[in-house]
């Protein structure tokens, strides 16, 4: 094994399978077309539904629900195997790490059943709807409001930056069912969007990275949406639901870190070994050596912490705090490690022709969603005074 491949702790024949399914899939069927979509801003639609004829959407959902029957590690190598390929089009995490978790926790039996598998087929692409144009990472100031009439919640309110939102069938909306109250009035509230009166998805928000992946607003005109669609069958307990599945979410982005972290180290190996500079590779000189040296430590250091990460989770000893840490320092690491790693390019690494080039747009959003980095020492601060 190498350096940048060494065993890992928990891989299985099955996860081998599944990460040769996931290469040959993001590597053969969606890499290739990353101009296209770029410049339309979004995937095609087809792309959801042969994800899920690969068994790629909803793999660790139980097999009753349509998914994989499999666990997180499922989804983490589906996540690795993405971002290995630089495939940030379209995010699975969104769709069945995190969606279909709040789904699995909180939903009634009858909610699973309908959508699911419907998910899992690709035949639904589900998204969440938190960040609003006055309210982010304070969640507790959400303007979005569903209030009770009758047998539905008439929604009015926006959203912004949503991702999967295009394509989204299936949004999962915070709410406000009490606009007096703060972190006890926000509720979760599933939308399905198609041919739905008075919803409206805004136009495709024009990013310095991840220019692939469809990020919208979406605006919500007296929505009527049934009351049976709240989730946890209960208001106000939508913040409390979120808390508890923050620390999955910002595993995965970490996982997805770190495998771009290693793709772009091995990047710049391969560069450096052929690029000539005073009549020998450019890896001959002591800098890119040390440079390189540095950067590798840096990915093994990731790839490390994101593992023992992946066993608290498997265990349910995962908490807040470490999961705070996780996102915050990879996601830092990799911006700092994708700079080193473009200024080894020279020149190259500014065309956007040269895959290093598109990492450092698209790592930099790492520090802001999932929550702040600066939230996240906060976090960890807290954590400490107890």
């Known amino acids: 094994m190498s350096l940048a491949n060494p065993a890992r ?68 190598v589906i996540c690795e195997e993405q971002q ?40 639904m692409v589900g998204a969440i709807a938190m960040t609003e144009p006055g309210a982010g990472t304070d969640l507790q100031r959400i303007r979005t409001t569903a209030l009770r009439d009758g047998d539905h919640y008439v929604v009015n309110g926006a959203k912004t930056f949503i991702t999967n939102g295009l394509h989204a069938d299936l949004v999962c909306v915070a709410v406000k069912t009490d606009p007096q109250a703060q972190a006890k009035g926000v509720s979760l509230l599933m939308m399905e969007t198609r041919d739905l009166p008075g919803f409206r998805r805004g136009r495709l928000l024009d990013k310095i990275g991840q220019r692939a992946q469809d990020t919208v607003e979406l605006f919500f005109d007296d929505v009527r949406v049934p009351a049976a669609n709240l989730l946890g069958g209960e208001e106000g307990r939508g913040f409390a639901q979120l808390m508890q599945q923050l620390p999955r979410e910002r595993l995965l982005i970490a996982v997805g870190a770190a495998a771009t972290m290693q793709r772009a ?47 608290r989770l498997q265990r349910g000893e995962l908490d807040v705090p470490t999961a705070a840490m996780a996102k915050w320092w990879i996601t830092d690491a990799l911006c700092k490690v994708v700079d080193e790693c473009l200024q080894l390019h020279g020149g190259y690494g500014y065309m956007n022709e040269y895959p290093i080039a598109r990492m450092y747009a698209d790592a ?23």
């Open 9 to 76: 702790p928990w891989m299985e024949p099955e996860l081998q399978q599944l990460r040769d399914t996931a290469r040959r899939f993001f590597e053969t069927e969606c890499a290739p077309r990353h101009e296209e979509w770029a410049e339309q801003k979004h995937v095609d639609r087809k792309i959801w539904r042969r994800a899920g004829e690969l068994g790629l959407l909803c793999a660790g959902m139980p097999e009753e629900y349509g998914g994989g029957g499999g666990h997180f590690l499922h989804e983490a």
């Open 84 to 123: 290995r390929a630089m495939v940030n089009s379209f995010s699975i995490n969104v769709h069945s790490g995190i969606l279909a978790h709040y789904l699995l926790a909180y939903g009634s039996e009858a909610q699973k059943k309908r959508w699911l598998p419907a998910m899992a087929s690709g035949e």
């Open 265 to 311: 180290v091995d990047e710049t190996l391969a560069y450096v070994q052929q690029r000539q500079v005073f009549g020998a590779p450019l890896m001959a000189l002591q800098n890119t050596r040390f440079k390189l040296a540095e950067c590798q430590t840096q990915a093994t250091l990731a790839r490390s912490f994101v593992d023992d990460c992946i066993a």
């Open 364 to 386: 930099r959003v790492g520090r802001i969603y999932g929550g702040a980095n600066e939230v996240m020492k906060e976090i960890i601060a807290r954590g400490m005074e107890r």
